[in-house]
């Protein structure tokens, strides 16, 4: 597939594409060229910048995403999903603690103000 296929099926730009290529985001298996030396990507492409998108909307850095998908310690690896996971827990304490309390601004029972209704 072109480079103009992934990008549209994937949301990202060319421009992006080259990047990844440049610090070695996608693996050289999925990037092949055909006789005229085009770029042609496998279709296992999308899915991987898929995840690619995730992770970096989890809040990876492109190093983390890096070291993440090029073979490097494992350890280092498992340190940085588990700290991101327990990022994420963190984050999910924060927003019930949140709610409940948007919920009681609702009904008046927050210490600074009287009742929305």
């Given at each position: 597939?072109?480079?103009?296929?992934?990008?549209?099926?994937?949301?990202?730009?060319?421009?992006?594409?080259?990047?990844?290529?440049?610090k070695?985001?996608?693996?050289?298996?999925?990037?092949?060229?055909?006789?005229?030396?085009?770029?042609v990507y496998d279709d296992a492409v999308v899915a991987y910048l898929q995840d690619v998108r995730m992770l970096l909307a989890l809040g990876f850095t492109i190093h983390d995403v890096i070291l993440l998908v090029n073979e490097s310690s494992e350890v280092?690896?498992?340190?940085?999903?588990?700290?991101?996971?327990i990022y994420i827990q963190e984050l999910e304490a924060k927003l019930k603690e949140s709610k409940a309390?948007?919920?009681?601004?609702l009904v008046g029972r927050a210490n600074f103000q009287?009742?929305?209704?």
């Open positions: 597939m072109k480079a103009s296929e992934v990008s549209k099926l994937t949301e990202l730009p060319i421009s992006t594409l080259r990047f990844y290529e440049r070695r985001l996608i693996p050289e298996q999925l990037i092949s060229r055909d006789e005229n030396n085009y770029r280092k690896k498992e340190a940085l999903v588990m700290d991101k996971m309390f948007l919920s009681d601004v009287t009742r929305c209704k």
